[in-house]
Nanobody, 126 residues
Framework: QVQLVESGGGLVQAGGSLRLSCAAS????????MGWFRQAPGKEREFVAAISWGGGSTYYADSVKGRFTITRDNAKNTANLQMNSLKLEDTAVYYC???????????????????WGQGTQVTVSS
């Protein structure tokens, strides 16, 4: 069982930066791949970024590639999403999620993930 709590959301002007953090409970954090998804009003939840259990592999949606960076610290049981050059269209509720091993789904698919946080709001203003 893994419990996830996101933090770091807020209001930022376009072009600014935010750093989201996801704190995980449990001693098995390092065995889970971690992902970030987001959901804007009226839209479906979409993949943002993912990182493998050891941190050696990362994955990004095309819309955030080059602007967002996902990292993890297994010693601190945290996963982070550094968001730079924010755009109005980045406004959404951001969720972190944990994926156990062995699935037919890829890290870009929400069905890959076993545990989800409650979400944190990111609002980008003009």
């Amino acid at each position: 069982q893994v419990q996830l709590v996101e933090s770091g959301g807020g209001l930022v002007q376009a072009g600014g930066s935010l750093r989201l953090s996801c704190a995980a409970s449990g001693r098995t954090f390092s065995t889970y791949a971690m992902g970030w998804f987001r959901q804007a009003p009226g839209k479906e939840r979409e993949f943002v970024a993912a990182i493998s259990w050891g941190g050696g592999s990362t994955y990004y949606a095309d819309s955030v590639k080059g602007r967002f960076t996902i990292t993890r610290d297994n010693a601190k049981n945290t996963a982070n999403l550094q968001m730079n050059s924010l755009k109005l269209e980045d406004t959404a509720v951001y969720y972190c999620a944990a994926a156990g091993r062995g699935s037919i789904y890829s890290y870009t698919q929400s069905l890959r993930y076993d545990y989800w946080g409650q979400g944190t709001q990111v609002t980008v203003s003009s």
